[in-house]
Every structure is written in C-alpha cells, then in structure tokens.
Nanobody, 115 residues
Framework: VQLVESGGGLVQPGGSLRLSCAAS????????MSWYRQAPGKERELVAR????????NYADSVKGRFTISRDNGKNTVYLQMSSLKREDTAVYYC?????????WGQGTQVTVSS
C-alpha cells in the first residue's frame, strides 16, 4: 500500500490549492479515504472523508463550505480542493486509508497560508 500526496505549497490568505493523493497497492474503490492535517504544536485532526464510491462525504466544521473532497476511482486518486484559505489552515496535510483494519498514511504535504 502506498499513498503519495502532492499539491501543497505557499498560498496567500483567500487563495486556493488542490491537493492530490495517488494510491496504489489495494483496490482503491473498495475503501473510504480521508484527509487529515497537523499544525505545529497541535494534534492531527480529520479534515474530510469520502466513501469508496464517492457518494458520501464528511467535513470538519472548520472547513465546511471551503474545502471539497473528491475522488477519481479510475485514477486511484483522492483530491482535496481548498478555497478561501486562512492562516489557520497552515499544516501538513496527510492522506489516510484504513485497509482491512490497518491504518495507512502518506508522507504528507505542507500547506502554508501566509501573505
């Protein structure tokens, strides 16, 4: 199992970024996928989750209306579209999947929101 995030970077407040997570080593469409984030000095928190078929999504209250999680099962990729970014969105963002009871994580991608 491998999860590889990309798309992070430096963005100004109010800007947008799209994160991608390319998955391999398992039947992607069978499993829900999640995005987490961890800011300096804080615990890792769930940002968004999407079901295997993509029909169900959940979001942390702090990102509702600004972030959108989606997936392309043909490309084995999950996305996180982030808009109206705030300084408090600065964190390392991780892709996560629970594969038959085993938590799997990507290496993370840094998102910095700053002027």
């Amino acid at each position: 199992v491998q999860l590889v995030e990309s798309g992070g970077g430096l963005v100004q407040p109010g800007g947008s970024l799209r994160l991608s997570c390319a998955a391999s080593g398992f039947t992607f469409s069978y499993f829900g996928m999640s995005w987490y984030r961890q800011a300096p000095g804080k615990e890792r928190e769930l940002v968004a989750r999407i079901s295997g078929a993509g029909g169900r999504t959940n979001y942390a209250d702090s990102v509702k209306g600004r972030f959108t999680i989606s997936r392309d099962n043909g490309k084995n990729t999950v996305y996180l579209q982030m808009s109206s970014l705030k300084r408090e969105d600065t964190a390392v963002y991780y892709c996560q999947a629970n594969i038959y009871g085993s938590e799997r994580w990507g290496q993370g991608t840094q998102v910095t929101v700053s002027s």
